[in-house]
């Protein structure tokens, strides 16, 4: 999926859509996307701006898109809205900077109703910068 098919299932916008790309995608359980980090993103004017460093709760936000999109890709989901509903164990490893490609890889891992958790993981290359259990909930 590219940014525009991203755009139909996300309500985000610049400069919140963090996400370029859907390489993978399993419908409900797992899918891998690509954020393509630049030194025009807003948030370097004000973050830490004589070293730019990715905030680590974008990173967190864009692997909770992933899961968005995980999630709204089931049909009786479309349309629907997924909200953020907590953080378990996030870990942030190494710094993310401008020119990293950042893979971001989430699994849900248990769902039921219309809350549901998943596990993700973002990566530089083949290290990982960051990890976190996300939680969820689905727009009745």
Same mark, same amino acid.
């Given at each position: 999926?590219?940014?525009?098919?991203?755009?139909?299932?996300?309500?985000?916008?610049?400069?919140?859509? @963090? @996400?370029?790309? /859907?390489?993978? /995608? *399993? $419908?409900?359980?797992?899918?891998? =996307? /690509? %954020?393509?980090?630049?030194a025009n993103e807003s948030?370097?004017? =004000?973050?830490?701006?004589?070293?730019?460093?990715?905030?680590? +709760?974008?990173?967190i936000e864009a692997l909770a898109q992933v899961?968005? *999109?995980?999630?709204?890709?089931?049909?009786? #989901?479309?349309?629907?809205?997924?909200?953020?509903?907590?953080?378990?164990?996030?870990?942030?490893? &190494? &710094? +993310?900077?401008?020119?990293?490609?950042?893979?971001?890889?989430?699994?849900?891992? %248990?769902? %039921?109703?219309? *809350?549901?958790?998943?596990?993700?993981?973002?990566?530089? #290359? $083949?290290?990982? +910068?960051?990890?976190?259990? @996300?939680?969820?909930?689905?727009? %009745?």
């Open positions: 999926m590219n940014s525009n098919e991203i755009q139909k299932i996300l309500p985000h916008r610049y400069p919140f859509l @963090l @996400l370029d790309r /859907i390489d993978e /995608i *399993v $419908e409900g359980k797992r899918a891998v =996307g /690509i %954020k393509c980090v630049s948030y370097f004017q =004000g973050h830490f701006p004589n070293e730019y460093v990715m905030p680590g +709760v974008l990173i899961g968005a *999109v995980i999630v709204l890709s089931i049909p009786e #989901n479309k349309g629907k809205l997924v909200y953020f509903a907590g953080i378990r164990e996030a870990r942030f490893k &190494k &710094k +993310v900077i401008p020119g990293d490609v950042l893979k971001l890889e989430m699994d849900i891992i %248990k769902a %039921k109703g219309s *809350v549901g958790f998943g596990k993700g993981t973002a990566y530089v #290359n $083949e290290d990982i +910068v960051a990890e976190a259990e @996300l939680i969820f909930a689905i727009e %009745k």
